[in-house]
């Protein structure tokens, strides 16, 4: 099963994905944590993406690109995958269906989170990341909505969207509940 989770900085994506992708049995990609575990092991990568995370805006194309197709192509991903943070904008989703395209695959799902402004803001600064002070969290949410709420619009066929306020467990299952039947967990 190949499954995107969107969803605004604060929606809980990694939290739901941690779950999801142990319930679903299929590997977490996060773009996110592997641009911070290339940050934490000082990698080329790692020292070209560092200011666009401390910035709050998103890394180019041509670096993120590269890194997703990479991690898809590793043997526990071949049979399907969990991407959080991926991708961010039409142009990655194109970029993506290209990828699935040359190994015959596609999606299954697009999960969007949502959640009030205000609830997201009290999650991120309880969070305690490098980049979630309060400038740099104005500068997600902004770069969420010009150039990540379009993809709702780009995957409205796959997308299935949960409210993700509420106990960790409800919005679980809420998120396996929306997923197309014949991947349900009992
Ligand atoms: P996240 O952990 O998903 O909140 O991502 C943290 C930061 O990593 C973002 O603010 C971006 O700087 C960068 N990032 C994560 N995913 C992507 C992506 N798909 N495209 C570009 N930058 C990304």
Redesign the pocket.
Known sequence: MRIVLVGP?GAG??TQATVLSRKLDIPHV????L??EHIGRQTLLGQE?KQ??D???????HI?NGM?RQRLGEPDARRGFLL??????VE?AEELSGMLAEAGAELDAVVELTVPEDVVVERLLGRG?P?DTEGVIRR?QQ?YRTQTAPLLEHYAGLLRTVQAVGPVEEITSRALGALPHHHRVA
């Open positions: 900085p994506k990694g996060s773009t996110g944590d641009f911070r993406a666009y995370l910035a709050g805006d998103l890394v180019p194309d993120t997703v959080d943070g991926f991708p961010r904008t990655q990341r980049d997600r770069v």
